[in-house]
């Protein structure tokens, strides 16, 4: 049995992304800046579940093998560690990327109602987003 313990899902403005053959393509340049949501359900490092939530941004790629955005997502997977070691903020670089980042956390348990969702992520987070130059 495989049970999912982490899981992310990413955002940008639509004009940032086109559909190509079926497939997201958002390019990787400057401008770029991504909306991040991890839901961590368990984790040896948290002691009960947390959604972390922010924006990525000065992204920027060291290998000419990464085309878009979405490829880094699974690189993710695998470097979550580093990646989110210096939390709330962001400055993580590898061989093969660059990337910088402001994030929140909050209890998913927390989050009981439409209500408390605005007010302790969606509002943060756009609020985030605007600060973000």
């Known amino acids: 049995m495989w ?39 368990e984790d040896k490092n948290e002691s009960e579940p947390k959604l972390i939530f ?24 695998y470097t979550d560690n580093k990646l989110f070691s210096k939390f709330p903020e962001i400055d993580y670089e590898d061989g093969n990327f660059k990337i910088k980042g402001s994030f929140k956390k909050v209890n998913l348990l927390d989050i009981n109602s439409s209500d408390e969702l ?3 992520v969606i509002k943060p987070i756009i609020k985030l987003y605007k600060s973000i130059k």
Do not use: C, P, W
């Not at 922010?54 to 997977?77: A, C, P, Q």
């Open 54 to 77: 922010g924006i990525f941004h000065s992204i920027k790629k060291n290998k000419e093998f990464i085309k878009k955005f979405e490829n880094l997502m699974g690189y993710f997977e």
């Open 118 to 120: 605005i007010e302790k």
């Open 3 to 41: 049970l999912l313990r982490k899981f992310a899902v990413a955002f940008v403005d639509e004009s940032s992304t086109e559909l190509k053959k079926g497939q997201n393509f958002t390019e990787i340049n400057a401008e770029l800046k991504v909306l991040y949501f991890r839901i961590i359900l």
